[in-house]
């Protein structure tokens, strides 16, 4: 293994993981920009995965990163230029083994879920999410590697509040009842003694739009949906009276909040939002204002007894914990998408 050219106290302290999860010293120390560190990243040809892939390109040159990912829900675009490698599989069915035995990580990110909440195969959702994870944990536990995974604001369910990690769990879908399995599994492998100490980290993300959500279709964030409705000169549709409220959370905050879980050395659940309610009626006016229209909402009947009125996450644990702080409030951020989905090509667009 090379040596670590850098101060991240992370990268270099194998193989006693048990020092190097020791020897963070701040909550919230990212690897210095010259660390030779090893990544896996599940789910990395998806929306978030790809960006968070993208980021450690850009910022840790020397980074190693590997992205397992089946493409059920990504998209091999979201990869152009990654100079990592590419594993193809479904890992619900994969023996991580097989394909890595050559590998060791320093840290592993994982993304890969199914994300189409509509999904109604209660069966297919829960051993996809579940197994995967599972999978991916007997992977990472001979050498206490660090997982950060994806949990989802769905586990509080349609509670119309603000949210703390401590709140009950009261999933309305089966997503978010895997979701919360994940969790359940992180806790119960922690609470086995030889293993106190490995550090499991969930972030658990509200409503994430921005950058790279292009090919999630009908799964991608009501900013892009609306955005491309505006685009065409049509009026943007909201459920009356656009006055439903979402913590919309840039994906740049969330991958920040993602970065600092995994390199924190505390241990747990974390809330990845934005920190504010924001209605629709707002996210229409913030497009308006970013495209230089004025297009007046069309309201229309709300089909669905169980949609969500409000979610918002409490960030006082993720700040005080981990350091977070959203860069993005939602007219910055909205404006800030904007700009790239316009220089984008055009097609690329959606
Ligand atoms: N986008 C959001 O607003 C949001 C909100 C809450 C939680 N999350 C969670 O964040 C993570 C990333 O979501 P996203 O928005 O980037 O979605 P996405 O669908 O773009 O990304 C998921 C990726 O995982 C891959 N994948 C799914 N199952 C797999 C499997 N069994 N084996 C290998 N690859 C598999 C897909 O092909 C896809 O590339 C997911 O875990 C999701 O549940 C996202």
Known sequence: MPAVQS??????????????????????????????WRVLVTGGAGFIGSRLVQRIGLE?????????????????????????????????????EDV???????AI????????????DQRK?????????????????????????????ATY??????????????????????????????????????????KLNAVRYFNVYGPHEQHKGAMASMIYQLYLQMKQGKRPRVFKNGEHKRDF??????????????????????????????????????????LGTKLEPEYIDNPYAFFQPFTQADLARSNRELGYEPQHNLESGISSYVTWLEQQPQGKQS
């Open 7 to 36: 101060g991240w106290q992370g990268a270099g302290a194998r193989p006693c993981r048990m020092t190097l999860r020791l020897s963070f010293s701040a909550p919230m120390t990212l690897p210095a920009k010259q660390a030779i």
């Open 125 to 153: 959702m829960c051993w996809d999410n579940i197994e995967s994870f599972r999978r991916l944990l007997e992977f990472a536990r001979p050498r206490l590697i660090p997982v950060t995974y994806a949990s989802s604001a």
């Open 100 to 106: 890595l035995q050559a590998k060791d990580f320093d």
């Open 249 to 290: 959370v840039h994906v740049d905050d969330a991958v920040q909040c993602t970065m600092l879980a995994m390199a924190s050395s505390k241990q747990g659940v974390f809330n990845t939002g934005s920190g504010e309610a924001r209605t629709f009626n707002e996210v229409i006016a913030a497009l308006n204002k970013a």
């Open 109 to 120: 990110f994982h993304l890969a879920s199914i994300t189409d909440t509509r999904e109604m």
């Open 60 to 96: 840790w040159p020397n980074a190693d990163v590997t992205v397992i990912d089946d493409f059920r829900s990504g998209s091999f675009k979201n990869l152009e230029g990654f100079q990592g490698e590419v594993v193809a599989a479904d890992l619900a069915q994969l023996r991580l």
């Open 157 to 198: 369910g349609i509670d119309a509040r603000v949210n703390n990690e401590t709140d009950p769990r009261k999933p309305a879908n089966v997503y978010g009842f895997s979701k919360v399995q994940l969790e359940n599994l992180a806790a119960k492998y922690l609470r086995q003694s030889d293993l106190a100490g490995w």
